[in-house]
């Protein structure tokens, strides 16, 4: 192994461990991620319809750490197979299988125990039977290929050091003519590099974002066609301020960073 493979096996690592010290953090809390204003970046405020939070369990709601709403440009159908990636506490892996229903299931894949755990006793004890949640890498997806209608994400893919590989494995297990409607944090230009080196900013949804055409390009790389950022929604300088490192900048950070919601298919059928 050369030294500059070392170094980015190191820092893959270092990621990986903070985001799910992170995600493990919050599993263990009951406060919501979304219970400040600033926390715009990680949440649910705004994001879901009134209606659709009252009608999940208060455990999966306590723990969202989302930046959309992919189910609502999902088009998910009764009997459809839904993958979720990055499922966490469940919030969204809840309300496609409400729209599913009893002939349709949804895979849950997390790659924090404790957030695996969690969303398992949550289904369990609120009766959701046509969820199951697995434990496992978003880019090492634990299901056969060509399974799925649809591959939902929240706020997830951002987080991964290979997002191209992410991308791949959503084309696997999706079926021909499935459908890739994902919510993430996309840069709408370059990070500052302080920013960027900031690990505490990847886990934070940050410094590991993607800028908008290179995310699209990834997705087209993997073999999905159609793709479009549907809509973005820009953050202000104070809110990407509450999720970096008070001393690692101090330029403008205005209109730097969105949430965009993103769709693609897998050809075929």
């Known amino acids: 192994m050369t030294e500059n493979e070392h170094s980015e096996n190191t820092r893959e690592a270092e990621i990986r461990e903070a985001v799910r010290d992170r ?21 649910c405020g705004g994001i879901y319809p009134s209606a659709e939070v009252l009608s999940l369990p208060a455990e999966a709601v306590a723990v969202s750490a989302g930046c959309g709403n992919p189910a609502a440009i999902a088009e998910l159908k009764e009997g459809m197979i839904v993958v979720d ?10 309300l496609a299988s409400k729209r599913v229903g009893s002939a349709g299931k949804v895979f849950g894949i ?67 003519g499935g459908k890739l409607a994902v919510s993430d944090i996309l840069l709408m230009k370059e990070l500052p590099s302080t920013i960027k080196e900031d690990v505490a900013a990847w886990s934070a949804c940050v410094s590991g974002a993607m800028l908008e055409e290179d ?55």
Not at 132 to 148: Q, T
Not at 166 to 171: G, L, T
């Open 23 to 43: 995600y493990k953090r919050l599993a263990q809390k009951e406060t919501p991620c979304c219970s400040s204003p600033e926390e715009a970046t990680c949440g």
């Open 85 to 94: 990636l990055g499922s966490g506490g469940g919030i969204d892996a809840f």
């Open 110 to 176: 997390d790659a924090t125990p404790e957030m695996i755990a969690r969303a398992r006793k949550t289904a369990k004890e609120n009766g959701f039977d046509n969820v199951e949640f697995r434990l496992g890498e978003i880019e090492h997806i634990p299901l056969e290929s060509n399974v799925a209608d649809v591959v939902i994400s929240n706020c997830v893919i951002n987080l991964s050091p290979d997002k191209p590989r992410v991308f791949k494995e959503a084309f696997r297990v999706l079926k021909p």
């Open 215 to 269: 995310y699209l390009q990834a997705i087209r790389s993997a073999g999905f066609v159609s793709e479009k950022v549907v809509d973005r929604q820009v953050y202000s300088e104070e809110q990407l301020r509450s999720h970096i490192s008070a001393d690692s900048f101090t330029g403008d950070l205005g209109a730097l960073v969105a949430s965009c919601r993103v769709s693609a298919f897998k050809p075929g059928a």
